[in-house]
């Protein structure tokens, strides 16, 4: 449960870190650098993948839900080409913010949850279901980084379209330029 907290206050500070504000420059090392946060997660947090049955369902299932929020979050943030630099720019907001904090905070109600709350309901369905606990501590992670990789390559998209004429500005400022 504390390696689920931990790797949740890692993301939180990593996404919001580098993506709340205005005008926030895409460069490669933003796009690149939670690809080695994911990679140190993963040493450091990594059980061991189940292969087979209902364990590794649910590893590809929130593997599925974090590809997914990763979307959501991304659809949240602008994407345009600054006037003054001719550069990819993103704006990240207290709805781009909301999101990662209602799904972390999520996150780590439900491993707070399994070890105080309900982990009496929760190990009977594991055994129903022989699930191991690494099971769901690596479907946790997988969703975790699913969703910052794809918050990462869909950023890196955008922002290689941006200016180019076929970009859908969301909720650019006033100060972008119209097309």
Do not use: C
Request: hydrophobic share 55%; net charge positive.
């Amino acid at each position: 449960m504390q390696k689920a907290l931990i790797l949740n206050a890692i993301v939180l500070v990593v996404v919001l870190e580098a993506d709340l504000g205005p005008r926030r420059a895409i460069s490669w090392f933003r796009v690149l650098r939670p690809f080695v946060t994911s990679a140190a997660a993963v040493a450091f947090f990594m059980q061991s993948v189940t292969t087979t049955g209902t364990g590794l369902t649910v590893e590809l299932a929130l593997s599925a839900v974090g590809i997914l929020l990763g979307l959501l979050a991304t659809a949240m943030m602008a994407v345009y080409q600054s006037p003054a630099t001719q550069k990819a720019v993103s704006r990240a907001g207290l709805g781009y913010a909301a999101v990662w904090i209602v799904i972390i905070g999520a996150r780590s109600a439900f491993s707070y949850g399994s070890a105080h709350w309900f982990g009496s309901n929760l190990h009977h369905w594991m055994a129903q279901h022989n699930v191991s606990q690494n099971a769901i501590a690596d479907a946790l992670l997988f969703m975790a980084i699913a969703m910052i990789l794809t918050r990462s390559i869909g950023l890196a998209a955008r922002a290689s379209h941006a200016g180019s004429g076929d970009t859908v500005h969301l909720d650019a400022p006033s100060t972008a330029p119209t097309r």
